[in-house]
């Protein structure tokens, strides 16, 4: 492995670590009341038909 090719792969997963340690300690700030709670499993369809709107 080249030099150059060592130190994008290490600068890289530097970068996606902080970046997943950044999202934790937001996560951990925002202080929910439910941690299972995500987007990704919020059921958008629930509720589409409110009365009055």
């Given at each position: 492995?080249?030099?150059?090719?060592?130190?994008?792969?290490?600068?890289?997963?530097?970068?996606?670590?902080r970046s997943k340690?950044?999202?934790?300690?937001?996560?951990?700030?925002?202080?929910?009341?439910?941690?299972d709670?995500?987007?990704?499993?919020f059921?958008?369809?629930?509720?589409?038909l409110?009365p009055?709107?």
């Amino acid at each position: 492995m080249a030099p150059i090719d060592l130190i994008s792969t290490l600068v890289s997963d530097e970068l996606a670590c902080r970046s997943k340690r950044l999202l934790e300690r937001h996560h951990q700030q925002a202080q929910f009341r439910d941690n299972d709670n995500r987007l990704d499993n919020f059921d958008f369809q629930f509720n589409l038909l409110q009365p009055g709107r």
